[in-house]
């Protein structure tokens, strides 16, 4: 090559590809520790900190997040990131990359618990009997962050983000109303992350297979014959009857369940009377079951229903059983495709090192992310957010709960590292048949 020729073609690159040089472009393995100091940046982190914090000062309901999905929807205008809305009443769902498959989604919940904020500081809840006490807000927090990472970098993207903000996880089953609108069309996998304040930031844990229980809800109207307190003998008590129905459904988790098989019954609910001298003409009681598998979960369903119908007219009272009292819905296990641990791991790890990635045991607790899990494979993880100044820590669902910002960066940077990664190179390995057995 003659020297002018190559001095014109420096002149050329130099001039025409730019970004090249003004970007290092980054190797795969590199993503998630850039994307985690992009994500630390003072403009980038105080950015999200505030998100949190106005979101925090103003918790909504399930299907009442109309503020908080108002304020995705310009902090995705901002961005200029194009998004659909609404989906399940408050829902938005927003798309970066080509535009073209391959579609990857990762989601955050928006709604607060009817709870009252006890923690006296400078962002506390201004709605009264309202509280972000799950974390919610931080979780639009981080898929804002991870969106402004991948806008910045959609250079990296062979395929399209889809940014999943849904509404009512607190027992409202948002993920499902999100898939019956559409939210999940032509998406092939996704992933969630629910904060924890038991693992400080820098550290994340999770595990493959079962992660969270299924869970279901019942209510019982347990009826006799009101009367004197005195003269039992002309009344049909559905105290004693409730009472009886409550011990004997302890019987179906410590009798009858595979001890291997984890399940829990709890009676939550018990209200009848309102006199020490009075038997009341009913009693109803509620509450709810977990198991790790639909099988063991619907064989509960049943059995409480015959149990509970026995046993009241073992006392001469009738009984009426239902499991969608107060619009509750069941929730499916949520389970973690294997596929998609693996790939979390590498990221992770790349990111936080080894030690930072801890395994967990699997949890009781249930979340509605397990709607999205049965239609494609999903990932759900928990991110460190832990308050280290607390002796001990808060608990989810505490009116003292809090959490340490700290840990919105590393969120927010796996989020979009994971589906880089996914798009990259992930998406060949995944099994993409769904778990049907446990
Ligand atoms: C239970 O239901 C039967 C049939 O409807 C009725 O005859 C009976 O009086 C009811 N018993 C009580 C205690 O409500």
Redesign the pocket.
Known sequence: MSCSKLLFLIFIHLFLCKPIFAEKILSLSEVPKSFLSFAKKDEVFDWMVGIRRKIHENPELGYEEFETSKLVRQELDKMGIPYKYPFAITGVVGYIGTGEPPFVAIRADMDALPLQEMVEWDHKSKNHGKMHACGHDAHVAMLLGAAKILQQHSHLLKGTVVLVFQPAEEGGGGAKKMIEDGALENVEAIFGIHSSTFLPPGEVSTRSGPLLAGSGFFEAVI???GGHAAIPQHS?DPILAASNVIVSLQHLVSREADPLDSQVLTVGKFQGGDAFNVIPDFVTIGGTFRAFSSESLLHLKQRIKQVILGQAAVL???ATVNFEAENKIFFPPTVNNNDLHKLFKTVAGEMLGAAGVKEMQPLMGSEDFSFYQEIIPGYFFFVGMKDETLEQPTFHHSPHFTINEGGLAVGAALHASLVVRYISDGRTVIDHRLHDEL
Do not use: D, E, L, T
């Open positions: 009826s006799g014959r049909i001469r009272c009738n």
